[in-house]
């Protein structure tokens, strides 16, 4: 009998969990489709979710710029003073390598003609 009781004791327990759930539940209303309001919301969280992972795409891009180094800014060529002027075209450049190298490739031939020149002239 004890045991019997203490089963009916359960039950009643179980019982008044579940009415107490019921009554918490909104009524169910035959107008609603359900079925569709539930679909609205999974295709919502799915929109939501792909937001998300393409802000978290946003942020990777930009702590990966942060901690790249950036390339070194060049001048523009108006901002270089340009003091060293070429004797053969009279053009002018910033430094004395970008004149050499301007003369090894625009007068290539008037200067290997006269170191030759000057070659010949100091042969015994």
Same mark, same amino acid.
């Given at each position: 009998?004890?045991? &019997?009781?203490?089963? +009916?004791?359960?039950?009643?327990?179980?019982?008044? !969990?579940? +009415?107490?759930? !019921?009554?918490?539940?909104?009524?169910?209303?035959? @107008?609603? +489709?359900?079925?569709?309001?539930?679909?609205?919301?999974?295709?919502?969280?799915?929109?939501?979710? &792909?937001?998300?992972?393409?802000?978290?795409?946003?942020?990777?891009?930009?702590?990966?710029?942060?901690?790249?180094?950036?390339?070194?800014?060049?001048?523009?060529? +108006?901002?270089?003073?340009?003091?060293?002027?070429? @004797?053969?075209? &009279?053009?002018?450049?910033?430094?004395?390598?970008?004149?050499?190298?301007?003369?090894? !490739?625009?007068?290539?031939?008037?200067?290997?003609? @006269?170191?030759?020149? !000057?070659?010949? @002239?100091?042969?015994?």
């Amino acid at each position: 009998m004890l045991q &019997e009781d203490h089963q +009916n004791a359960n039950m009643n327990k179980i019982i008044s !969990i579940i +009415n107490k759930a !019921i009554k918490k539940c909104p009524q169910y209303e035959q @107008s609603q +489709n359900y079925l569709l309001e539930s679909r609205k919301i999974v295709l919502f969280n799915e929109g939501l979710r &792909e937001q998300i992972l393409k802000c978290q795409d946003e942020i990777r891009e930009l702590q990966k710029e942060m901690t790249q180094p950036s390339k070194k800014l060049r001048r523009k060529a +108006n901002e270089i003073s340009k003091k060293y002027r070429c @004797s053969n075209c &009279e053009k002018k450049y910033g430094s004395e390598a970008s004149l050499n190298l301007h003369c090894k !490739i625009k007068h290539a031939f008037s200067e290997t003609d @006269s170191k030759t020149q !000057i070659d010949h @002239s100091f042969q015994i």
